[in-house]
């Protein structure tokens, strides 16, 4: 499955070290402003990123049509990377992982599908690339970064301890 | 650097010298920070609002976004986004 990844998402499973992991479960594709802001300062974040990016296991793609994502950017009070990635998942017609609140809004009234960095960590975990004990660290340590409410953080671990 | 006069509320002038004493700097350097940290603050709840994106707050706190969400965290400021947003998300697996 190919998926356009916003920098929120891309930063924040490159964080709990599992970006690895997903680009090997997806096809991971960044538009070329979203691999510059990642990649603007030296982390330990933005060198794995990197690295994927050598390895070929993000592609990185031009969004094209900037008038087009200018229009986004206008419209939902988003900035250049952000509209770049969802108007990237549009033109592939394929969803887009994004953890920001007004791209997420955004997403919801084009009709456009999306899923945050929890969903893959769910996802990977349902399918037993994770252990149970792995995943709830790494759920942990999601739950910091990417502070997701109580209610979201305990029906994760539900799921993740019930194997839904 | 800009030179700007304003006029203060006593209020306000008592602060700044209470925080000028308490954190042993003249007032310039003092008014100069408050400024700063007001700005990160109102900054920081446009995000909280929705009302601004995780790469906007970057842009006008001058960071990477990595470094966006690692003060985000640090401060526990909840991400804006919904339990029903959560649950929407599980579909691009269920469509695979």
Known sequence: ????????????????ELLREITEEVKA?????????????????AILISTLIKEKKIEVKKAGNAKAVNKIQRDFRIEAGEAEALWLARRLNCPIAVDDGPTIKACKVI???FATAIHFLLNLASQDRLELSMAIAKLAKLSHYGRYSREIIKDATERLKGGD | MGVVSLRLKDRDLERLDELSKLERKDRSTMARELLEHGWEFLMLRY??????????????????????VDLLAELGIEAPIGFEDYLTGFNIFKDK
């Open chain 1, 1 to 16: 499955m190919e998926i356009v990844f916003d920098a929120s998402t891309l930063i924040l499973l490159a964080k709990i």
């Open chain 1, 29 to 45: 594709i960044i538009p070329r402003k979203v691999k510059a802001e990642c990649l603007s300062k030296k982390s330990i974040d």
């Open chain 1, 111 to 113: 009709g456009q599908r």
């Open chain 2, 47 to 68: 995000y909280k609002e929705g009302k601004l994106s995780l790469e906007g707050l970057a842009k006008k706190l001058n960071m990477s976004i990595s470094e966006a």
